[in-house]
Each structure stands twice: as structure tokens, then as C-alpha cells.
């Protein structure tokens, strides 16, 4: 059984930074892109980072840029994001998710995402 448990989160201030961390288990990690979504209250999941199955390659959404870094460790089976800069606006829940198939390069698309974990909130007060 896949398990990913998120971690990590809590209140910081406008400008100030967490780190997320999500340990997997039940699945050959190291085959398998990593993603971090996010889903605000009253409004849909989006995408934030993914990182390949490697760690050669990573991925991020436009507002992410610059501010957020994810990286993973597969000798210790867990994926990070670093989080800098942070605004009220990434106030939201935010998910661990790992590839539907093995190999993959990573994705934006949810759908390309077979297991996630149950999240760990961030709260970015003003």
C-alpha cells in the first residue's frame, strides 16, 4: 500500500519560509516523479512543483519561480519544498503526489498523479 505522509507545515509570516517534507512508502521511490500541488480555500488544486524520477529535471508554476525549490532524497525516500518569499497568497493546503508510472519526467497535470497524501497545511499571515 502507497503511503505519503506530508509534514512540515504551519503559521509563518509574510517573507518568511517552511520547508515541506513528504515521506513515501509502499512504492520503488526512486522510479517515480514527485509533485507537490496545493489547493486554497474555494479554489481548485493546482500544480506547484515536480521534480523526476532522477531529480535531474524540475518543474514549477510561473508564481512558484524563483521562491519555491523542490528536491528529493531517494536514499531517504523523501521528496522536499523549500519555500521562501512566502506571500498570503500561498496560504492553502498543500499535497504530495507520486506518478501514475514509473520513469516519468514529471508533470503539471494531476491526472498524471496516482497517489497522494492527505496534506499539510501553510498558513502566510500579512
Known amino acids: 500500500q502507497v503511503q505519503l505522509v506530508e509534514s512540515g507545515g504551519g503559521l509563518v509570516q509574510a517573507g518568511g519560509s517552511l520547508r515541506l517534507s513528504c515521506a513515501a512508502s509502499g512504492l520503488p521511490f526512486n522510479s517515480y516523479a514527485m509533485g507537490w500541488f496545493r489547493q486554497a480555500p474555494g479554489k481548485e488544486r493546482e500544480f506547484v512543483a515536480a521534480i523526476s524520477w532522477s531529480g535531474g529535471n524540475t518543474y514549477y508554476a510561473d508564481s512558484m519561480k524563483g521562491r519555491f525549490a523542490i528536491s528529493r532524497n531517494n536514499a531517504k525516500r523523501t521528496v522536499l519544498l523549500q519555500m521562501n518569499s512566502l506571500k498570503p497568497e500561498d496560504t492553502a493546503v498543500y499535497y504530495c503526489?507520486?506518478?501514475?508510472?514509473?520513469?516519468?519526467?514529471?508533470?503539471?497535470?494531476?491526472?498524471?498523479?496516482?497517489?497522494w497524501g492527505q496534506g499539510t497545511q501553510v498558513t502566510v499571515s500579512s
Open positions: 503526489a507520486a506518478a501514475t508510472h514509473a520513469y516519468s519526467g514529471g508533470s503539471a497535470y494531476q491526472d498524471e498523479y496516482a497517489y
